[in-house]
């Protein structure tokens, strides 16, 4: 019993010398208006004493680094609100960054899928089955083209001898109508003289 009047006194003695003592350090440490939550946490534990498992502080100086210490959280809220806020608009970002990955990667299949394919009337045709018959269409036409150029040589060269014949046909028939006319002159003069003879005898 004498024991616990003895602590009680001891802590009674201990709070009025420390209400004393702080009523004559009314002005706050600059280590509380200035440093980190850190250091002026560290700057209470040096200079508070700890009684019976408690910390006896000042009042004013608990106040302050209360304030202190909820002003810092207040701080962190905001910029961990602004930092989630970041995180969702780098998240909607991502979100249209990967949907247009998506459409690319869709674009890119189709673009592989039609890159062999060509539009013919409405029907999808291979590449290569295209090209196979342009190559024929084409080589057809070549064919085509030459024998058309070796018969019009053809025709022609025959149309130009036939013409060559024709006319040396004209020459010869008109030397022939000639020689003929000119023997049946002979002829109707020999025959006229001949006369002519019969009569004068």
């Known amino acids: 019993m004498k024991k616990l009047q003895y602590r009680s006194i001891l802590i009674i003695v201990f709070m009025v010398t420390l ?37 006896a502080i000042r ?25 989630n806020n970041r995180i969702s608009g780098l998240d909607n970002v991502n979100d249209s960054l990967n949907n247009s990955l998506e459409e690319t990667r869709s674009e890119l299949q189709e673009v592989s899928r039609t890159k062999n394919e060509i539009s013919l009337m409405g029907l999808e045709i291979n590449k290569t089955v295209y090209n196979s018959i342009m190559l024929i269409i084409i080589a057809a036409l070549i064919i085509i083209l030459i024998t058309g150029y070796i018969l019009f040589k ?27 006319r000119r023997a049946r002159e002979k002829m109707t003069i020999d025959h006229f003289k001949e006369i002519k003879r019969l009569k004068g005898n």
């Open 154 to 180: 053809t025709n022609r060269a025959a149309t130009i001898r036939t013409k060559d014949e024709l006319k040396d046909l004209k020459n010869e028939f008109e030397d022939y109508r000639q020689s003929s």
């Open 59 to 83: 009042e004013d100086m608990f106040q302050k680094i209360n304030n202190n210490i909820i002003d810092s959280l207040l701080v962190y809220k905001e910029e961990i609100t602004e930092l």
């Open 19 to 55: 209400f004393s003592k702080g009523n004559g350090q009314r002005p706050l440490p600059d280590e509380l208006l200035t440093n980190s939550i850190e250091d002026q946490i560290e700057y209470i534990e040096e200079h508070t004493r700890i009684y019976e498992n408690y910390r």
